[in-house]
């Protein structure tokens, strides 16, 4: 690994000046990780540049647990915000400091990670499961909610979901999610968009339900109504069978699912089987000749359906592409091309619309359980739950990358770098050598993608513990920092 010998101050007092020059010539830093995975393609992009996450510069405990998908977002301000499974926002500043904690309402749980609007406002979903005793039997119902705060910590309003079946005592509720609310945004307007799961007699209604900034609802659209077919055993342990039945534990992965025979030697590196992986979130793509964006979203079961959407009109289904056998599992990530690339348990990557050429599939093997994370060029990183990540360009594997542990993290991408969290450790590989440069060991962690800030500081997660890396100075950003050479001054 290159190392810079000269003092700091010499060598960053001697390239000043030129690294002013690059900066400005270089494009514009990416706008904040404000959303699950990135951004609101889901890409797992940053366009900047970073350092090694070799080991953290601080670390700060959490007001609870983190849920898995529940990651780190930042604000433009570079404020960093967390939900927790106790049902609390966190706030903490760009070097880690808290700033406060907001909590929902009692038994309201976060489940997957906020999102921050154009300006600088916090939107989290919060979701209850809860006895009705007021029958016999007594009855397990379901409700979501969306909060927004501002960036002080204010709550601006909370927004129940539709009820649906209110008549029916063992199906009425306001949904269950654990996807991510994700921004659409277009011509000054924005709109948060949310998939929802509803239980119904013999099956289940997959919805996107839309809220504007003001908590107005705009949409509730059916996306597919699955009706559940018993033919004989299923090959489930007897637990998830008897959760299915009384809770939707069984709609947030694939019924086919079965743990893989050999697991990682190091119980540190094990995920806790308990831990359920979330809800797709949507996916929108914005058109390079523009136009109003498109919302893809996977069904997990067998479609992956495009809409698009404004304000005033709501969902117009624009494709559907079903998919049988799949066994779809994470959230769409748009490519460049418009096509959209959906996981599953089998191992196969699909390539789906927006896109008119159709794309076979890509077998890469495991359980893709995360969104693939894309550069600019089409290079995806594909995280298995368990074994190498794999490396394409485009529909083409490139290569693999060594990781030991099981994930359900979706790699982070900067210019110079590829973040993969796993269970037992954070890797950081080379973005154009794909060499592994470090391996930070913590244990509770694989369950959420690092975030990304503009100053190219990473931000990762882990059950209980928010851990902050460095990233290049001002005066060294584009220099110092390109193909994972280390640096003297950090910020």
């Known amino acids: 690994m290159r190392r810079f010998r000269l003092p700091p101050a010499k060598y960053c007092t001697v390239l000043l000046a030129a690294a002013t020059l690059v900066i400005a010539a270089m494009p ?16 797992g992009y940053a366009d900047v540049h970073t350092l090694v996450a ?51 309402p009692s038994g309201y749980a976060i489940k997957a990670a906020p999102a921050v609007g154009r300006d ?20 397990i119902n379901h409700n979501s909610a969306l909060y927004k705060f501002n960036a002080a910590g204010i709550l601006l309003w909370s927004a129940l979901f539709p009820e649906m079946y209110a008549t029916l005592p063992a199906f009425r509720g306001r949904g269950a999610t654990s996807a991510p609310p994700k921004i659409w945004s277009y011509g000054g ?9 509803y239980h119904i007699p013999g099956g289940h209604h997959f919805r996107l339900i839309a809220m504007s900034p003001s908590g107005a609802r705009l949409a509730d659209r059916l996306v597919t109504h699955v009706r559940y077919e018993v033919t004989g055993g299923n090959g489930q342990p007897t637990w998830y069978n008897i959760s299915c039945l009384f809770s939707f534990i069984c709609l947030f992965y694939d019924p086919g699912f079965s743990v893989p025979a050999s697991l990682p030697a190091d119980p540190s590196d094990r995920l806790d089987p308990r831990l359920l992986p979330n809800l797709p979130a949507v996916a929108i793509f914005q058109p390079p000749s523009g136009g109003q964006p498109i919302v893809v979203v996977s069904d997990r079961t067998d479609d992956v359906v495009g809409y698009t959407f404004s304000p005033g009109t709501g969902f117009g289904e624009l494709f559907r592409n079903h998919l049988d056998d799949r066994g779809l599992v994470s959230a769409p990530a748009m ?14 990557l699909t390539f789906n619309g927006p896109a008119q050429v159709p794309l076979a599939d890509t077998q890469v093997g495991g359980w893709l359980v995360a969104p693939v994370a894309r550069t600019p060029t089409a290079i995806v990183v594909a995280m298995k739950h368990l074994g190498p990540a794999t490396v394409l360009q485009g529909r083409t594997v490139i290569g693999q990358l060594p990781v030991d542990g099981q994930s359900m993290a979706s790699p982070s991408i900067s210019r110079d770098h590829i973040f993969i969290a796993t269970a037992g450790s954070l890797y950081t590989y080379d973005a154009r050598t794909y060499a592994q440069l470090a391996r930070f060991r913590w244990s509770e962690g694989g369950l959420s993608a690092p975030a990304i800030a503009s100053s190219g500081r990473v931000f990762a997660l882990t059950r209980h513990a928010l851990h902050i890396f460095a990233g290049p100075s001002r005066a060294c950003q584009g220099i110092c920092g390109v193909g994972g050479g280390i640096v003297t001054r950090t910020r």
Do not use: C, K
């Open 28 to 43: 514009s830093s990416a706008s904040p990780w404000d959303q699950a995975y990135g951004d609101a393609a889901n890409s």
């Open 54 to 104: 070799g080991r953290p510069i601080r670390t700060v405990p959490l007001p609870g647990s983190a849920g898995a998908g529940a990651g780190p977002v930042i604000g433009p301000e570079g404020n960093v915000y967390v939900g927790t499974e106790q049902g609390t926002l966190a706030a903490f500043g760009p070097d880690g400091t808290p700033l406060w904690n907001r909590q929902l």
């Open 120 to 139: 600088g406002s916090v939107y989290v979903v919060g979701q209850i499961t809860f006895t009705d005793r007021r029958y016999e039997p007594p009855v």
């Open 189 to 197: 307007s924005e709109a948060i968009i949310v998939p929802v799961v």
């Open 335 to 348: 490519l460049p091309s418009g096509h959209s690339i959906v996981g599953s348990a089998g191992g196969n």
